[in-house]
């Protein structure tokens, strides 16, 4: 019986070899693609062409790796194929030279690798070193004959590398950096001799925004004695953050120290001995209780002061008692926590009006135009406060139709005119700030070059475009263009090169 069955199956796998051999080469694709498909069982494509399951897999195996390798030839030919060609000079080389120490950040040492590895090429440090210094006499050159007569609000700050200051000033509205110079020290001379020779180049703002150093503020009203310098209200909220981040964090320690205790004296109940944990815990409610309500109260003011400290919201007159009543209300609290809360209530109490300078500013522009329009202050405000509120607000779209009602067609130029004022005024550094961030990565060069590199780098800074932007404005634009209203040539072609350009297909 046995000797029948194997004879049998022995029979059948001849019968497979045999129509699988017949087979011609469209047959077995279109078996290789039924397989592939999964639209029906293999056990059925094999009976239905009289073949083994295992003929039908292997048919399904070579289809799919001959569509691999004919992707991967194409793929070899698109990364074999010659895109353009470059005619590498020594002028070009400097390009690249100065391309990698300014767009990528390189060091001398990775300038180096990357000509040896890949151009096959050996270039010395002190080849490198003389490209870039005689790029930053020219970016010098350059930065002299700048006409810094439009910016009608500067942003000054100061900016530490190691030990050294460096003393930093752009244009909010353009981002362009008019003073970039590393000194011995930041007091009033320093800030006082750069601010002169900035106002021989037609810089004239109508105010300043700056934190509260006492050099630079000191160096401004020796220079500058009638244009007013307007607190960088980033600075005071931040500090009160801190503050109520320092109280929070700490009642959450007395809570958990008030649950531990609470966990040790249910232990010690079961041992009939929670007398020594009475008196701690009683103690550990108080302070967590004191702890907890100072932390609700400095965060209360904390988000009122926001509110007075934003563009929108009350008048003048009005922020300055609502910023009154912070300081008071964190005066009567500092026997709770003296040594954090009276360094932050002094500085709010000395430079009220300094912070507040923006919100002056506002109801006089208010003001004017109201009397040039003849519409009454209030709906001046209100259009005003329609212009800084979120598009996300839901109160937004409210109020606009309830404005828009009283003033039908008047409701769109005097909207024009409020929008202009809230682009103008300049609250805080920010811009400055962000100005240090991007400072920072290049400060290397600081070290290899010497201070006119600081010369270079703010050429660069000036003439690079930006690659994106939260204003729509500046996308593709250079900070330079938006100051002057004109547009200029690549950050390279300024430095006398000749950019490479590829031929149209």
């Known amino acids: 019986m046995s000797t029948l069955i194997n004879n049998q199956s022995s029979h059948n796998l001849k019968d497979f070899h045999a129509a699988a051999y017949d087979l011609n080469r469209f047959q077995r694709k279109n078996i290789a693609l039924d397989a592939i498909k999964r639209q029906t069982p293999i056990s059925h494509i094999a009976t239905r062409n009289s073949v083994s399951r295992k003929f039908i897999y292997q048919q399904k195996n070579l289809a799919i790796q001959g569509v691999e390798d004919a992707f991967s030839k194409n793929m070899r030919i698109e990364y074999d194929k010659e895109l353009f060609n470059i005619s590498v000079t020594k002028v070009w080389l400097r390009q690249l030279v100065l391309s990698l120490s300014l767009c990528c950040h390189s060091s001398f040492r990775g300038i180096q690798e990357l000509l040896e590895g890949v151009f096959d090429f050996q270039i010395s440090i002190g080849t490198i070193y003389a490209i870039i210094r005689d790029a930053a006499a020219c970016a010098q050159s350059v930065n002299n004959e700048e006409n810094l007569s439009s910016i009608r ?69 020796e220079s500058w004695p009638e244009i007013p310098c307007h607190g960088d209200v980033f600075h005071a909220e931040m500090d009160m953050g801190k503050l109520f981040y320092y109280l929070d964090n700490r009642a959450k320690t007395a809570m958990s120290t008030l649950v531990s205790l609470e966990s040790k004296m249910t232990r010690a109940k079961k041992k009939n001995k929670p007398q020594k944990f009475t008196r701690k815990i009683g103690d550990a ?221």
């Open 153 to 221: 609000v500067g942003a000054l700050d100061e900016i530490f590398q190691g030990d050294i200051p460096v003393l930093v000033g752009c244009d909010p509205k353009s981002l362009y950096c008019f003073l970039l110079s590393a000194e011995e020290s930041r007091d009033a001379n320093a800030w006082g001799c750069h601010l002169l020779d900035l106002q021989d180049k037609g810089l004239q703002p109508k105010y300043t925004v700056a934190d509260f150093g006492t050099g630079l503020r000191a160096g401004q009203r």
């Open 285 to 505: 409610w108080k302070e967590a209780d004191r702890a907890i309500q100072l932390a609700d109260d400095i965060g209360i003011l904390n988000e009122w002061l926001q509110e007075i400290l934003s563009p929108s919201g009350p008048s003048f007159e009005e922020k300055r008692m609502l910023f009154d009543f912070v300081v008071q209300e964190l005066k009567d609290r500092e026997y709770l926590c003296r040594y954090r809360i009276r360094p932050v209530r002094i500085k709010l109490e000395n430079h009220r009006d300094s912070l507040l300078k923006f919100a002056e500013l506002i109801d006089s522009s208010l003001a004017g135009i109201a009397e040039e329009t003849g519409v009454s202050l209030y709906d001046i405000r209100q259009i005003y406060i329609l212009q800084v509120m979120s598009r996300d607000n839901p109160k937004r779209w409210k109020q606009e139709h309830y404005i828009r009602s009283r003033l039908k067609y008047k409701f769109y130029e005097l909207s024009e005119a409020v929008r202009d004022i809230a682009s103008v005024v300049v609250r805080t550094s920010s811009s400055v700030e962000n100005l240090n961030s991007r400072l920072r990565n290049y400060f290397f060069l600081r070290k290899q070059i010497g201070p006119e590199s600081l010369d270079l780098l703010r050429f660069y800074l000036n003439y690079r475009r930006f690659p994106r932007s939260e204003r729509p404005e500046r996308v593709g634009r250079i900070p330079a263009e938006l100051l002057q209203g004109e547009e200029l040539p690549h950050w390279l072609e300024t430095l006398g090169f000749e950019r490479f350009r590829r031929f149209a297909a």
